[in-house]
């Protein structure tokens, strides 16, 4: 994986992604942008910061969003869940990975998503 400035920033001693046992595994996206800036502030915005986020980090893994097996996405708040759902599905379109959203505590921002994708022509191994 090349460093760059569109990458989502890493929070910590981690892939961002890795390719095991012929799937891409990504790790929590959260809404920040390389400097670790929070995006946005209501569910909407941060919800659409995070997939531009998993959609950068697909990308550096040669996958994209029609090639996702499985999500889990986690609100700070799940009261909101019906305006995250309403950003996830225009934003996802037609890809319907199987999914799981789960309320919990997060670090000072109201959604992180994590993922499972079916490999496309990428780089087989991350950093």
Same mark, same amino acid.
């Given at each position: 994986?090349?460093? #760059? #400035? @569109?990458?989502? #920033? @890493?929070?910590?001693?981690? &892939?961002?992604?890795?390719?095991?046992?012929?799937?891409?595994?990504?790790? /929590?996206?959260?809404?920040?942008?390389? *400097?670790?800036?929070?995006?946005?502030?209501?569910? *909407?915005?941060?919800?659409?910061?995070?997939?531009?986020?998993?959609?950068?980090?697909?990308?550096?893994?040669?996958?994209?969003? &029609?090639?996702?097996?499985?999500?889990?996405?986690?609100? #700070?708040?799940?009261?909101?869940?019906?305006?995250?759902?309403?950003?996830?599905? @225009?934003?996802?379109?037609?890809?319907?990975?199987?999914?799981?959203?789960?309320?919990?505590?997060?670090? /000072?921002?109201?959604? *992180?998503?994590?993922?499972?994708?079916?490999?496309?022509?990428?780089?087989?191994?991350?950093?």
């Amino acid at each position: 994986m090349t460093e #760059s #400035s @569109k990458q989502p #920033s @890493k929070g910590g001693h981690y &892939s961002l992604w890795r390719r095991a046992g012929g799937l891409i595994f990504v790790a /929590g996206q959260v809404p920040r942008d390389p *400097e670790r800036n929070i995006l946005g502030d209501t569910i *909407e915005e941060q919800t659409t910061a995070v997939l531009n986020n998993l959609r950068l980090v697909l990308e550096d893994a040669g996958t994209d969003f &029609s090639r996702l097996v499985r999500v889990q996405a986690y609100l #700070s708040d799940i009261s909101e869940f019906q305006r995250f759902n309403a950003v996830y599905a @225009k934003v996802m379109g037609s890809a319907a990975p199987v999914r799981t959203t789960i309320g919990c505590a997060l670090n /000072g921002v109201r959604v *992180e998503i994590d993922a499972v994708a079916e490999p496309g022509d990428g780089p087989i191994n991350a950093q």
